[in-house]
């Protein structure tokens, strides 16, 4: 079943606050194997010019994949998410994310194609600090593989 094309456009509410703590920084850097010390150190961070340790760039993903787990789960759209897989990801920074933030996601449905009976999906997700600060935007290409023929 396609997609519905109305979805387009479609914003759903702002996320609760997540606290960006040094410790997931920390983890994070770890399981990407990322020693930069601007990661884990806030001294070397300060030198840099930053209040606090910063979060690499792809960190962000975490947050604003489970945004946008409210859009997939919208019974209304029409998603079978157990035929999805992650077809792209790419970020646009207004400032890195660091320690002590506070941040929260708006998602919205960018597109929603069909290719070769596969539903594609872009989701942009807008990431705000607790100020309003933009910080982020990151979009999600997600694609709901055509079901298997009997």
């Not at 979805?7 to 997540?18: E, M």
């Not at 539903?119 to 979009?139: F, N």
């Amino acid at each position: 079943m396609a997609l519905d094309q109305s979805f387009v456009g479609r914003s759903y509410p702002p996320t609760s606050p997540y606290e960006v703590g040094r410790e997931k920084i920390r983890e994070f850097v770890e399981a990407i194997g990322d020693a930069h010390p601007a990661y884990t150190d806030a001294e070397a961070a300060k030198a840099l010019g930053y209040q606090d340790v910063i979060a690499p760039p792809t960190f962000v993903f975490s947050i604003t994949y489970r945004a946008a787990g409210v859009v997939v789960q919208d019974p209304q759209l029409g998603l079978d998410y157990s035929r999805v897989v992650h077809g792209a990801q790419r970020f646009a920074y207004t400032r890195p994310v660091r320690a002590g933030d506070r941040l929260t996601v708006v998602s919205t449905i960018e597109g929603v194609k069909s290719m070769a009976g596969n539903d594609v999906l872009d989701i942009r997700g807008e990431v705000h600090d607790e100020s309003g600060e933009h910080v982020v935007t990151a979009w999600t290409k997600l694609v709901a593989r055509a079901a298997e023929e009997a």
